[in-house]
């Protein structure tokens, strides 16, 4: 058997495998239809943000976070479904909960005083499909829950 050339630590450095997730991110807004440039508001070297118009005044949030670190990279996206009201705030926080249960692959979360329906991926391996799956799930949902919050609280639209 040959000798075996050993490798001194130092000399040996980790190359990062897969795809960058800002490309997959702006593969996923071109397939929606919009422009990736005119649709970011925020890029460093942590975090990039874009923000996609749905119509009637609704946004899909898309951030990219932790990008020094390609292990811990997440993508969250989210859609604001209700504004949380000052007055009557626990009602409508309580009928909430207990609509989100319902809820399948995506997870209702309270932001600042919006109520929000959102997906949080790891960047690691996911594809443009997957995007687009998680896309299908909240935007599927949304009228789903706001039709379910708006019976149980009774309100009339």
């Avoid at 391996?125 to 708006?150: E, M």
């Amino acid at each position: 058997m040959g000798k075996v050339k050993k490798f001194s630590t130092v000399n040996i450095r980790k190359i990062a495998g897969g795809k960058d997730p800002i490309r997959i991110v702006e593969e996923f807004i071109v397939r929606r239809g919009f422009d990736p440039d005119e649709c970011c508001k925020e890029k460093n070297p942590e975090t990039a943000q874009w923000m996609l118009s749905l119509g009637e005044g609704e946004e899909l949030e898309i951030l990219v976070e932790g990008l020094k670190r390609p292990a811990e990279t997440t993508i969250y996206m989210g859609v604001n479904v209700a504004t949380v009201p000052i007055r009557g705030c626990n009602e409508l926080l309580a009928a909430a909960l207990e609509i989100a249960d319902g809820l399948v692959g995506i997870k209702l979360s309270l932001v600042g005083y919006f109520l929000v329906l959102s997906a949080s991926l790891g960047a690691s391996g996911l594809t443009v499909d997957d995007l687009d799956y998680h896309f299908k799930l909240i935007t599927a949902q949304q009228t789903w829950f706001r039709d379910a919050l708006t019976e149980e609280l009774s309100w009339d639209g």
